[in-house]
Every structure is written in C-alpha cells, then in structure tokens.
C-alpha cells in the first residue's frame, strides 16, 4: 500500500527542510513551559522557606467520591501546614462547582475545617473553573494582594505567572508526588496549558463569572486580627 508523502520529501533538501520545520514545531511547543520555568522558579519554595502571606491560595484538583484526591489532599495539607505555623491566616480554596454534583469547593472547605481550621479562615470560591479564573477572582471578587500559591510543582509555575498577572504578588509552595503516571500526564499537559496562560497574560481576560465583590477573605482576616 503506499502511502502520500509531503511535497518535496523525496529530494534530501526536502528532507532537511522537513526536519527543520519539525525541530522548530517543538521548539516552538515547548517555549511557553521553558518561559514559565525561567521566570518562575526563584519563587517557588517550601512550606518551611515561603515568606508568609496573608492569604493561602489552595487550587482544586479532583474529587474521589466526593472527597479530595490524594493530590488535592496533599495541596490541602501544606495550608494546613502554613496555617499552623502562623505563616498564613486565611485559606482561599478554589475550585469547581459548576454542578450541583460537582463541587470541590465545599469538599475543600471541610476537610480543612474537620482538622482544625475555623469555618471563617476558609473561604471558598465556587467559580475558579480554571487557574485564571481563579487567580483573577481572587484579585477581583476577592480582594487578594499577597498569597502563597498551593499545589504540585508541575503547575505552581503557571499558577505563579497567572496571579501575578491578576495583580497578586504571590510566591508558591510546589507539593511533590511520586513521580507515577499521573505525575507525568500532568507534566505533559503542562506544555500546552502553559501556552493557553500565556495568552492569558497576554489578553487578562474576564474569568468565565465574574461577579459581584465577596468580603470572605477580609471578614477571615480580621478575625486573624483580633486573634
């Protein structure tokens, strides 16, 4: 059976010309996620060496029935973390609930509650669909300036570039997972994700609901305040 080849494969000119092409297609691919890495990295550290902030940004991450996945679990752990070691006083978890079946926000929101946390230092948002929309409601609707930035380090960096560009003066704490399947599916989804974001920084969009201005976050912080 033979099969088309692409026009002037047959000469090695064409050849070269092809490979060339291919090896800038790559490139090319790749550039945004090399971007996020250089620009990002110096910001991301540990639940120990973060600078404390007022406020943490948990990013939602999955639900196995109806309870956190063990990868937002373990996002949800390092808050808990920051929190008690005073290095935050508030939690913002963002996620989606855009179905009454569906919602990562109230799961979020318990599961820090049930080890300790008081209802009012977890605030939650039921609209962060994806990472800018998270980041730009937490600036927007929810009037956050400084944050640390919860989740694996495979997408810390990009959640990082996304709410600077919202206005957030964010550093990240990057949660490390053994390096199984999942890890490196989301490793490879990084590479077009970081495209998409950066059009997002490029553009600064609406996020997908917008909506009226939430006191949640100031109501959490003070009552950090009067202790």
Same mark, same amino acid.
């Given at each position: ?6 026009p ?5 000119r ?10 800038v ?6 550039t945004?996620?090399?971007w ?7 910001? $991301? !550290? #540990?639940?120990?060496?973060v600078?404390?902030a007022?406020?943490?940004v ?6 196995m029935? !109806?309870?956190?996945?063990p ?9 808990l973390?920051l %929190?008690r ?8 978890? #963002?996620g ?6 569906y ?7 318990? %599961?820090? $509650?049930?080890?300790?946390?008081p @209802? ?5 948002? %039921?609209? @962060? +669909?994806?990472?800018w ?9 929810? @009037? ?5 930035? $919860?989740s ?6 990009r ?8 206005? $957030?003066?964010?550093? @990240? ?8 399947? #999942?890890?490196? %599916? ?18 600064r969009?609406?996020? #997908? +609901?917008? !909506? ?14 009067? !202790?």
């Open positions: 059976m033979l099969t088309r080849r692409p002037g494969w047959g000469s090695r064409g050849q070269r010309r092809w490979f060339q092409a291919l090896v297609c790559a490139a090319l691919g790749v945004p996620d090399a996020l890495f250089v620009t990002q990295a110096h910001k $991301i !550290g #540990t639940v120990q060496s600078p404390a007022p406020v943490a948990v990013f939602g991450a999955g639900l029935d !109806g309870r956190p996945s990868y937002l679990a373990h996002r949800l752990d390092a808050a973390e %929190y070691a005073h290095k935050v006083q508030a939690i913002l978890v #963002t989606d609930n855009g179905t009454r079946e919602d990562e926000t109230d799961a979020m929101r318990a %599961y820090l $509650i049930e080890r300790g946390v @209802g009012v230092r977890v605030v939650g948002d %039921y609209a @962060g +669909f994806d990472t929309d998270s980041c730009t409601r937490a600036h927007r609707v929810f @009037g956050v300036d400084r944050a640390v930035l $919860i694996q380090t495979f997408h810390v960096r959640a990082l570039a996304l709410c600077r560009a919202a206005g $957030i003066d964010a550093s @990240g704490v990057g949660v490390e997972e053994w390096h199984d399947t #999942t890890w490196h %599916y989301g490793e490879v989804r990084e590479i077009g994700s970081a495209a998409k974001a950066f059009l997002n920084v490029v553009v969009p609406d996020p #997908t +609901f917008l !909506g009226r201005h939430e006191d949640g976050v100031a109501k959490a912080l003070a009552d950090a305040a009067r !202790g």
